[in-house]
């Protein structure tokens, strides 16, 4: 019943832009916590950055903060991620996925430790000359 589709991804040369989208259905966008994670082979996953549905709080690593821009649309139930100034250490699979906020305290917990079941499939991302 849930599902998250991203979208997006390709590849892009170093200093360029990509912008992620995630379609969410099956919730109210508002009653959830959306976040970006990203995985390179052979590496953990790690959260991007992830943004609240309620009241648009953001939280970003701090290796993409100044670079990744989340942001929401509720009516479309639509997550983006902006991505500027690539880096080949970028390159990934990307996934969004969805918690509800009242199991968070703040957003970041969700982008440390995402326990949810809701997951998309991927987009993969690959920065290179």
């Known amino acids: 019943q849930v599902q998250l589709v991203e979208s997006g991804g390709g590849l892009a040369q170093p200093g360029g832009s990509l912008r992620l989208t995630c379609e969410v259905s099956?919730?109210?966008?508002?009653?959830?916590?959306i976040g970006w994670f990203r995985q390179a082979p052979g590496k953990k996953r790690e959260g991007v950055s992830c943004i609240s549905g309620s009241d648009g709080s953001t939280y970003y690593r701090d290796s993409v903060k100044g670079r990744f821009t989340i942001s929401r649309d509720n009516a479309k139930n639509t997550v983006y991620l902006q991505m500027n100034s690539l880096k080949p250490e970028d390159t990934a699979v990307y996934y969004c996925?969805?918690?509800?906020?009242?199991?968070?305290?703040?957003?970041?917990?969700?982008?440390?430790?995402?326990?949810?079941?809701?997951w998309g499939q991927g987009t993969q991302v690959t920065v290179s000359s």
């Open positions: 099956g919730l109210t966008l508002d009653d959830y916590a």
């Open positions: 996925a969805a918690d509800k906020l009242s199991f968070l305290t703040v957003v970041q917990d969700f982008c440390v430790v995402p326990i949810t079941d809701y």
